[in-house]
């Protein structure tokens, strides 16, 4: 089967995937309260399902949730190693990117409104939960500021403009005063605001997801690291101490899938690393001036970007993405990157310099050789459904489990039609040119913003 190589049956019931590290530090998992939260036990024992999820982050929840409403009377096992969050889900930037799933290929009006829903979806889905079942994820719906940080950047950043109004977007490019207004940088020579676009806290939607999806009636293990799964008209799904027999399986690891022999050499995992300063007082966010909270990103190719915490400290990520050798899971922390990151930050805010950081960490999201998701159905009998090679996700995982339902559902509409529905993933090409992705990106970074004498 495409996309699938069972890996060597002497690991197979024996040993699980190497899948978690010793210890991460990420603020995320500190402020939603996780130390003092109920993890669910562990699947012991054999079990039947009508659907089993592998994966509890915004794809395995998203698509729970999903799958629920459409088949409200299908018994829905969710298999988590951790616990629900635990990957990029839970550590993620809280960036809410709205118009990351456009199709530039869509030219009509008709087939643009329809593919700009889709784009939007996952917002309007996370919407939906606070709304419906009361989550609590410090959503704030204020929109996004792109700086640009020499004349490139800038030529860039019209396209974009260009583009996003093509589309009938709200978008509006800033300089000088005017940007001021917005963030105050010697760094940033103009901002392109778009209307749309969000931050939250990412454990909080995580957990809170979990919850509504265990209200609706899913059952959800958490402490369930899936060891081997034997694909078929019924799947055969070991865990470490139970097991689950079950005609659909719902594939959602992302970065962890070649682990247990899904998409092993076309998606890898590439990690990337994000810190939070200490909350500022005042006067520091007054020197910055950075007073409607957009979410806030640069042009470099390996930006960096940023979001104002609920409790008034400074999340930001970016920097450097690191591969480690062998497609390994590797450590949730990384000092070299985590110390650029700091850097980078006071250099775009000199007011900034000593500011404490209290908490830094990583994870690991799917690279691809064109860092586009996938999401769709395969298996000798097109039982398998899976979302994978989300490198950016926050809102798109929301909508790659609404695709993953409707297709289970057999609808054809314009999210089952999406260009990313069973987009094929390219070969990764051999683990030393992956290795080199996270460099690569870096030194073309690097040129552009040595360009501008910024670096
Ligand atoms: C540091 C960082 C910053 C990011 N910043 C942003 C951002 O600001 N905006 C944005 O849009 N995106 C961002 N992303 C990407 C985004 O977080 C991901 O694209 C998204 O969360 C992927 O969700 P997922 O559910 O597909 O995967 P994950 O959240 O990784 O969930 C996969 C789950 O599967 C479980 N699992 C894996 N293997 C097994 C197994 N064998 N058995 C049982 N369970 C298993 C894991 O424990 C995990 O909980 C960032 C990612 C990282 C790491």
């Known amino acids: 089967m495409k996309y699938f190589s069972p890996p060597s049956t002497r690991r197979n019931g024996l040993k699980p995937p190497a899948l978690y590290e010793y210890f991460i530090d990420n603020f995320w998992f500190k402020s939603a309260g996780l130390e003092h939260e ?15 999820i592998i994966g509890g982050g ?50 009509d009006p008709e087939s643009r409104k329809r593919n ?12 939906a939960c606070i709304a419906d079942h009361g989550l609590d994820c410090d959503f704030e719906e204020n929109g996004m500021l792109d700086v640009a940080m ?44 778009t209307s749309l676009g969000a931050t939250l806290n990412p454990a909080k939607l995580a957990r809170g997801m979990k919850n509504i999806v265990e209200e609706m009636g899913v ?41 247990i022999g899904f998409f092993v050499n076309r998606t890898f995992p590439l990690y990337t690393y994000v810190v939070a300063t200490e909350p500022l007082s005042s006067s520091q966010w007054e020197a910055i001036g950075w007073q409607n909270r957009r979410g806030l990103s640069d042009y470099r190719m390996l930006f960096n970007y940023m979001i104002p915490s ?65 999401v769709g159905v395969m298996g000798d009998h097109g039982n398998i459904y ?18 993953i339902a409707d297709l ?18 390219p070969y990764a090409g051999p683990q030393i040119m992956r290795s080199f992705f996270g460099a690569l990106k870096k030194m073309y970074m690097v040129n552009i913003v040595k360009a501008s004498g910024n670096f």
């Open 38 to 52: 109920r993890i669910n036990e562990p699947l012991r024992g054999d079990h039947k399902a009508d659907i089993v």
């Open 58 to 107: 915004y794809t395995g929840l998203s698509a729970a949730y999903n799958i629920r409403q459409k088949f409200p009377d299908k018994k829905i096992m969710l298999l988590e190693g951790a616990c629900c969050g635990y990957g990029a889900s839970g550590r993620n930037g809280g960036f809410c990117i709205a118009t990351s799933l456009l199709d530039s290929n869509f030219k």
């Open 116 to 127: 700009l829903d889709v784009s939007l979806y996952g917002i309007k889905q996370i919407k």
């Open 150 to 193: 020499n004349a490139d950047q800038v030529k860039v950043m019209e396209a974009d403009y260009h583009f996003l109004k093509d589309w009938g977007l709200d978008v509006e490019i800033l300089q000088g005063k005017a940007l001021e207004k917005e963030i105050k940088s010697p760094r940033y020579t103009a901002g392109l605001i």
């Open 219 to 259: 059952e959800i293990w958490e402490q369930s690291v899936v060891t081997r799964v034997v694909p078929g008209r019924v799947h055969h799904v070991d865990t470490e101490l139970g097991a689950v027999k079950a005609p659909d399986l719902v594939l959602a690891t992302n970065a962890y899938s070649h682990k």
């Open 310 to 374: 609920a409790d008034g400290r400074i999340i930001i990520g970016g920097s450097d993405s690191k591969y480690y050798h062998n497609d390994e899971i590797a450590p949730g922390n990384n000092k070299s990157v985590s110390q650029d990151i700091v850097k980078d930050l006071t250099d775009t805010f000199p007011a900034l310099v000593g500011i404490k950081i209290e908490h830094a960490w990583g994870g690991p999201t799917a690279g691809s050789r064109d860092f586009t998701p996938s």
């Open 386 to 403: 899976y979302g994978v090679g989300y490198n950016e996700g926050v809102p798109s995982t929301q909508t790659g489990g609404r695709i």
């Open 408 to 425: 289970m559902a057999g609808e054809k509409n314009e999210f089952t039609t999406h260009y990313i529905v069973n987009r094929n993933i």
